[in-house]
């Protein structure tokens, strides 16, 4: 017989409870409502519009507070906490559980966006596990392809991306981290693209891993569309995502190809069909698990938040 976990949402905005959800779960609302281990108790937002609209959409059912004091003096003590709030309201979230402490934080990313905040959340989470929600680190097919490419010899690897560092470029970062392992330096590429003021620019810049390879990141912003593309070159051609994850692509070295005895890269057959990537619904699974003592690892924790942080900060040369 499997444990239930009660757990609470703070921050009833997109990501915690109104992003578009089918078949997939998009917020963290929806992840824990399709979990049978999961039993969600609360949500918790100051705006009354957020709280009407979250009752109107998922009904009576999920008691509503406005804030986490409000909730724990009705002797509400949820297992399992969602923050998704920005990362100067998160501290303060955290800070509430001071003196009731959940069996784990799920926090919504960027959980960090300065030096005195990743001090500031260590000392308040006091030891409690936290998982950070990037959610391709525990997309079952973004696993798939990184395991075909650690299989290989690599020699680079490239980042296209727009919408921001801490936006979709940090998503990328987390990725890379937990599969290529530690940054041995960061490279900023010096620029004067931001005489828009845009808050969160896409960067270029180059990560350079421990294990001999880099990752070159080309930002481009005030694109119409959305670009999140890496391509991996190995010794078997380049292993690519298109679409954010949703399209993976293979491109062999194929001999006499277009001209004789040279090796030319050809399209690939792939198991994977295109489509939306997944995650969140993963990253629950894997945060019951680790409260059941089935696994003993958080795919993505503070300490990958942290690295991170800790990326970003060297390439933007300042506090965020």
Same mark, same amino acid.
Not at 68 to 72: G, R
């Given at each position: 017989m499997n444990n239930v976990y009660t757990s609470v949402v703070i921050g009833l905005g997109r990501i915690g409870a109104s992003y578009p959800s089918k078949e997939i779960p998009r917020n963290h609302t929806a992840a824990y409502i399709a979990n049978?281990?999961?039993n969600l108790i609360a949500g918790i937002d100051p705006n009354p519009e957020a709280r009407t609209e979250f009752k109107n959409f998922w009904g009576e059912g999920i008691k509503l507070f406005s804030s986490?004091?409000?909730? !724990?003096n009705t002797g509400l003590r949820p297992d399992i906490v969602s923050i998704c709030t920005s990362p100067d309201v998160m501290q303060k979230n955290v800070k509430s559980? #001071?003196?009731y402490k959940p069996k784990i934080f799920f926090l919504e990313k960027p959980a960090i966006s300065s030096e005195k905040q990743c001090i500031? !959340? *260590?000392l308040s989470l006091n030891n409690t596990p936290a998982a950070i929600n990037y959610h391709r680190c525990w997309d079952p097919k973004h696993n798939e392809f990184f395991k075909k490419v650690n299989s290989k010899k690599i020699y680079s690897s490239r980042v296209l991306y727009s919408k921001g560092l801490l936006n979709y470029a940090s998503h990328i970062i987390a990725l890379l981290i937990q599969n290529f392992g530690d940054v041995n330096s960061v490279t900023r590429i010096l620029s #004067? @693209?931001?005489i828009k003021q845009i808050d969160d620019i896409s960067e270029s810049f180059i990560i350079n891993f421990e294990r001999g390879f880099s990752a070159i990141f080309q930002g481009i912003d005030g694109l119409d569309y959305d670009l999140l593309e890496l391509d991996i070159i190995t010794d078997d051609g380049i292993y690519s995502l298109k679409s954010g994850g949703c399209r993976e692509r293979h *491109?062999?070295?194929? @001999? #006499?190809l277009f001209y004789q005895n040279y090796s030319s890269l050809a399209d690939a057959m792939i198991d994977e069909e295109d489509g939306q990537i997944e995650g969140l619904s993963q990253a629950i699974e894997n945060i019951v698990n680790? !409260?059941?003592k089935k696994t003993n690892k958080l795919e993505c924790d503070l300490k990958c938040a942290i690295n991170v942080y800790k990326t970003i900060n060297q390439i933007t040369n300042k506090s965020l």
């Open positions: 049978q281990n999961i986490v004091d409000q909730m !724990l559980f #001071d003196n500031g !959340l *260590e #004067d @693209k931001n *491109e062999i070295p194929t @001999k #006499d680790f !409260l059941d």
